[in-house]
């Protein structure tokens, strides 16, 4: 198959899956933001995203491993999901261990059970997902992704209207959403037979571990570049604020939601790519295309923040728009990271990803002692923006040292500084100027990216055809 109708092919099946399941996912935010209490959702988003961040480190970034792994058509996949689901069993036995210290924990103390259990079940949803990824069920990982969100959808509903359970309303219905996922993953995906603890071997489990561990500490790292800036919010305003913030990471989850359905798909074609030969030409076509649809997109967002917003979000969240603007550019920035790393974990230099983490972290944990202090949740939202700015660039850098392709650097930052300009413009100007502002921005954007992507787009159509 060519490795453009390949890419779109992929693209296109992971894409109906995940579309489905987001939209469903944005259903919750009016109930969400209706029958929940800011300071209520700001502790329920802690526990969940502390939850997000164990998960890796229990399982020793083993889940990332077998989708790699598993890529390589001559290995044993058999052997490979046995030696993830052992290391992951074997984490959570050590993570059970260590939970009363949770107890000494703000916000965690209470839900010590729940906690537990949301990071197990998360733990075997990623590992079972990324084994059915690996091994080319992609139409499978693509409907799992529909049905954890629709039972997610259901439990919600159950759980915070029907039952007002709250925070634990929220957390059992995410618990229960994954159990079943599970369920569903393990039938279509035959992992009963996966697993065969005859073909454990140590000397895989050593070589799957020499990839993995790295991605411990740079999945803390991201961890605290995405989501300390909450937890300092926590602290240094109050719960309320840490709620509204957390909300307006909602409507940025519609570029996460779109690169998501494409880097799933990129890396498996990149992985396929380079066992073939060069990559570079192949590389810089798409990318390109890539960043053009973000800056188009982001930009949108930018100007239709306030009615988005709107529409999706009740009664006090509503102030999250003046978060989300700059929140955009971030996401924007983190998408291009995200994009450039599939090139470390194809070439299986993980430690890469964990240099650019830790350059990500440090900046993020200075500017959010800095500015929350004095600019609150906007702080935030500011040290966010120059900390992925910061790790685009440094991702950059060391990315061609694998595999030479064209960047367009400058073209690349005048997108950002635009956006950035259209972001404080929406803040700060008032009235009906700051959509016109705004909207000849807009139209800036589209004209500086939009012939980029429709000659790439007629080049691989071309080369489709």
Same mark, same amino acid.
């Given at each position: #198959? ?8 992929? =693209?296109s ?7 489905? /399941? ?15 209490s800011?300071?209520?959702?700001g502790?329920?988003?802690?526990v ?40 992951? @069993? ?5 993570? &059970? ?8 924990v ?20 990623? @590992?079972?997902?990324?084994? $059915? ?8 990982? &693509?409907?799992?992704?529909?049905l954890?969100?629709?039972? =997610?959808?259901?439990? %919600? ?6 039952f ?16 079943? !996922?599970?369920v ?18 140590f000397?895989?489990l050593?070589? #799957? $571990? ?61 992985i396929?790519e380079? %066992? ?10 798409i990318?390109?295309?890539y ?15 306030? *009615?988005? !917003? ?5 009664n ?18 983190? /998408?291009?990271?995200?994009?450039? /790393? ?9 430690? %890469?990803? @964990? ?7 440090g900046i ?15 702080g ?14 440094? &991702?950059?850098?060391? /990315?061609?040292e694998?595999?030479?392709?064209? *960047?367009?650097?400058?073209? =690349? ?18 009235? *009906? ?10 139209? &800036?954007? $589209?004209? @500086? ?17």
């Amino acid at each position: #198959m060519n490795k453009y109708t390949k890419l779109l092919k992929n =693209t296109s099946m992971m894409g109906v899956g995940a579309f489905l /399941s987001k939209v469903l996912v944005f259903l919750l935010l009016p109930i969400y933001s209706s029958v929940m209490s800011t300071a209520d959702y700001g502790v329920a988003d802690i526990v969940a995203q502390s939850s997000n961040l164990l998960m890796p480190i229990v399982a020793l970034g083993i889940c990332t491993a077998v989708f790699r792994f598993s890529c390589d058509k001559k290995t044993d996949h058999k052997a490979i999901f046995t030696v993830g689901f052992i290391i992951l @069993l074997f984490g959570m036995v050590l993570f &059970a261990a260590f939970i009363p210290l949770f107890k000494k924990v703000y916000v965690l103390d209470e839900y010590l059970l729940l906690f537990g259990l949301y990071v197990f079940m998360y733990g075997l949803h990623t @590992l079972c997902g990324q084994y $059915l990824r690996g091994v080319d069920k992609v139409k499978e990982f &693509a409907v799992k992704g529909v049905l954890c969100t629709v039972f =997610t959808l259901v439990f %919600n509903i159950l759980l915070l209207v029907v039952f007002p359970l709250g925070v634990t309303g929220y957390l059992v219905a995410n618990i229960l959403a994954d159990f079943f !996922t599970v369920v569903y993953m393990f039938r279509v995906g035959n992992l009963v037979d996966a697993f065969d603890i005859k073909k454990f071997s140590f000397g895989l489990l050593f070589e #799957m $571990l020499k990839y993995s561990l790295p991605l411990v500490p740079t999945t803390i790292c991201w961890w605290i570049t995405n989501i300390s800036d909450r937890y300092i919010v926590l602290y240094m305003v109050d719960e309320s604020a840490s709620g509204i913030y957390a909300m307006s990471y909602k409507i940025p989850n519609i570029i996460t939601m779109i690169t998501g359905i494409f880097s799933d798909a990129w890396q498996m074609s990149l992985i396929d790519e380079s %066992n073939q030969g060069s990559v570079s030409k192949f590389l810089t076509k798409i990318f390109e295309s890539y960043k053009a649809v973000l800056f188009i997109v982001g930009s949108g967002l930018i100007l239709f923040v306030k *009615v988005i !917003t709107g529409i999706l979000i009740k009664n006090d969240f509503y102030i999250a728009w003046k978060y989300t603007t700059l929140l955009v550019v971030a996401t924007i920035c983190m /998408s291009m990271v995200n994009f450039i /790393s599939v090139i470390f974990h194809v070439k299986k230099k993980s430690v %890469n990803s @964990l240099i650019c983490a830790t350059c990500g972290a440090g900046i993020n944990i200075l500017g959010n002692i800095l500015l929350i202090k004095s600019y609150g949740a906007v702080g935030a939202a500011i040290a966010t923006v120059i900390s992925y700015v910061i790790v685009y660039v440094v &991702a950059t850098s060391r /990315s061609l040292e694998y595999v030479k392709y064209k *960047v367009f650097f400058t073209k =690349t930052m005048v997108n950002i500084g635009l956006l950035t300009v259209q972001s404080i413009i929406m803040m700060l100007v008032p009235g *009906v100027a700051c959509y016109i502002i705004s909207a000849i921005i807009f139209i &800036a954007v $589209l004209a @500086l990216n939009l012939p980029v992507f429709l000659y790439s787009a007629k080049s691989i159509l071309k080369t489709k055809k």
